[in-house]
């Protein structure tokens, strides 16, 4: 399958600081990628979903001032979590799609905000 | 609004122990339905993609069908590294997102 890469892996930042997660497809061009947030034991919420080139288009209830995306090319995606919270400590996840083919997902960040 | 609901919330099995998951979905169209593993603290990694009902499509010790309405995702002689949560998702036909049930954990004990 296809190949994800998402980075960081795990971030701990002081509240009121701003994060950056990247998200590259490694091995095909993405023209939508996804971010998600994942709950513990819950399933994965779509928070946002970007278009290269375009902006990103956000779910109901999710502050698009808050949680800033980039799509510059068709191989990379960021999330900027900006003044985050400890609200904000969660599970972040990517995914890119082909074209209208199956989903891949990176490996997750596990965001912690003290 | 698309709906997708698994059944049951968490499995417990022996190994060798052969078992289904349900997936039940609501959607406007069905243009997939996706499953997916899970382990902790991981992105999911995808397991297959079913496009109409009669579908079935097999990976190792796992085979997923598909009708109107729901999907199954059936473990054969299932081992420990089976142990993961497994998750559904549906793709109304026109639209590009994914609808993600709950999750269905499985625990495989040797």
């Known amino acids: 399958g296809a190949v994800v890469s998402q980075h960081p892996s795990r971030v701990i930042c002081k509240s009121g600081t701003s994060v950056k997660i990247e998200c590259r497809s490694l091995?095909?061009?993405?023209?939508?990628m996804f971010w998600y947030r994942q709950f513990p034991k819950q399933s994965l919420m779509l928070m946002a979903t970007?278009?290269?080139?375009?902006?990103?288009?956000?779910e109901q209830g999710v502050e698009k001032d808050k949680f800033l995306i980039n799509h510059a090319s068709l191989t990379l995606s960021t999330l900027t979590v900006t003044s985050a919270h400890p609200e904000d400590s969660s599970f972040y996840i990517c995914?890119?799609?082909?074209?209208?083919?199956?989903?891949?997902f990176g490996q997750g960040t596990r965001l912690t905000v003290v | 609004e698309d709906q997708v609901t698994q059944s049951p919330e968490a499995l417990r099995l022996q190994e060798g122990e052969s078992s289904s998951l349900n997936c039940s979905y609501t959607v406007s169209g069905l243009r997939g339905l996706f499953w997916y593993r899970q382990d902790p603290g991981k992105g999911p990694e995808f397991l297959f993609t079913?496009?109409?009902a009669g579908e079935e499509k097999e990976k190792e010790r796992l085979k997923a069908t598909l009708t109107k309405k729901e999907s199954f995702l059936h473990i054969t002689a299932p081992k420990p590294e089976d142990s993961a949560t497994y998750l559904c998702?549906?793709?109304?036909?026109?639209?590009?997102?994914?609808?993600f049930g709950a999750g269905t954990t499985v625990t495989v004990r040797a």
């Open positions: 091995d095909f061009q993405a023209t939508t």
């Open positions: 079913l496009y109409s």
């Open positions: 995914s890119a799609r082909k074209m209208d083919t199956e989903a891949f």
């Open positions: 970007s278009n290269e080139g375009s902006k990103a288009t956000y």
């Open positions: 998702a549906v793709q109304a036909r026109g639209d590009y997102k994914l609808s």
